[in-house]
Structure formats: C-alpha cells, structure tokens
Nanobody, 118 residues
Framework: QVQLVESGGGLVQPGGSLKLSCVAS????????MSWYRQVPGKERELVAG????????NYADSVKDRFTISRDNAKNTVYLQMNSLKPEDTAVYYC???????????WGQGTQVTVSS
C-alpha cells in the first residue's frame, strides 16, 4: 500500500522556521522525483519545491527561493522541506508528491497545515 505521510507542520511566528518531513512507503522511493506543493482555500495547489531522484537537482518557486530548502534521504525514504524566514503568506496546507515518468505514476500525501501568524 502506497503511503506518503507528512509531518512537522504547525503554528509559527513570522520570521520563524519549520521543517516538514514526508515519509514514503509502498513504492521504490529512489525512483521517484519528489515535490512539495501548497494550497490555500479557494486557490489552486502550487508547486513550492522539487528534487530529482538522486537529489542532485532542485527547483523552487520564486516566492520561496533563498528561504526554503528541499532535500531527501533515499536510505530513509524521506523528503524534507526546511522553511526559514516564514511569512504570513506561507500559510497553507503543504502536500508531498511523488512522481515517476518511467512508471507514469503520481502519489500524494494527505497534507500538513502550516500557519504563520503572530
């Protein structure tokens, strides 16, 4: 059974930091590119950051560049999102996504809420 389980969300003050984790199971993690998306009510889900299967290449939305860092540990089947200098506009539900072009498959986690507020 495929699972992506996010954790690490919560309430943080502006300027603070959080680190999200997404633990994968039920598929060959190292063969999937991983991404973090976020969504606020009434808006489309947007890409925040992505990382290739090996972790050798990453990409970021302009709004989070230089503040967020995506990384992965293939030995632990886990992808991370380190979020620094958080802003109120970063408030959203954050989702982990696994994608394989080889298999044509996409998996999503259930999401974790991040709220940035004083």
């Amino acid at each position: 059974q495929v699972q992506l389980v996010e954790s690490g969300g919560g309430l943080v003050q502006p300027g603070g930091s959080l680190k999200l984790s997404c633990v994968a199971s039920g598929f060959t993690f190292s063969r999937y590119a991983m991404s973090w998306y976020r969504q606020v009510p009434g808006k489309e889900r947007e890409l925040v950051a992505g990382i290739t299967r090996s972790g050798g290449s990453t990409n970021y939305a302009d709004s989070v560049k230089d503040r967020f860092t995506i990384s992965r540990d293939n030995a632990k089947n886990t992808v991370y999102l380190q979020m620094n200098s958080l802003k109120p506009e970063d408030t959203a539900v954050y989702y982990c996504r696994a994608y394989s072009s080889d298999y044509g498959r996409t998996y999503w986690g259930q999401g974790t809420q991040v709220t940035v507020s004083s």
